[in-house]
């Protein structure tokens, strides 16, 4: 049996912050960010926002459900701030799918769908 897909999206932005962006152009990098998370629908039942900064050390600035409106999310994006230090995107990347993997690993086989079940 196929499962159907629906509109519910867990995103998560991995932001750069460091002295590549330059601290006066920091802000500019915020308001793109803002103006992706504006173009969604945020909410627990469709789009849930995370997101992560990096510079010589990625630091998460809040999870998926820490948010509910897509202002929150926003205002939250607006007030992350610039790291500066060196490009470290690997670390940032690691630390994302290392937070992605301990979440799925506290799922248990009744939350899915009996489609996914033997």
């Known amino acids: 049996m196929r499962a159907e897909c629906d509109d519910r999206l867990d995103m998560v932005l991995v932001v750069q912050s460091s002295n590549n962006i330059r601290s006066e152009r920091y802000p500019q990098v915020l308001d793109l960010v803002a103006s992706i998370v504006a173009e969604?629908?945020?909410s627990p039942s469709k789009t849930q926002v995370g997101a992560l900064i990096y510079s010589d050390s990625p630091m998460i600035q809040f999870?998926?459900?820490e948010f509910q409106t897509k202002q929150d999310v926003i205002n939250a994006?607006?007030?992350?701030?610039?790291?500066?230090?060196r490009t470290r995107v690997a670390n940032a990347l690691r630390l994302m799918v290392s937070a992605i993997i301990i979440i799925i690993v506290l799922f248990s086989v009744?939350?899915?769908?009996?489609?996914f079940k033997n």
């Open 63 to 65: 999870n998926l459900t």
């Open 77 to 85: 994006v607006k007030r992350m701030p610039f790291l500066g230090g």
């Open 110 to 115: 009744d939350m899915f769908p009996r489609e």
């Open 40 to 42: 969604f629908d945020v």
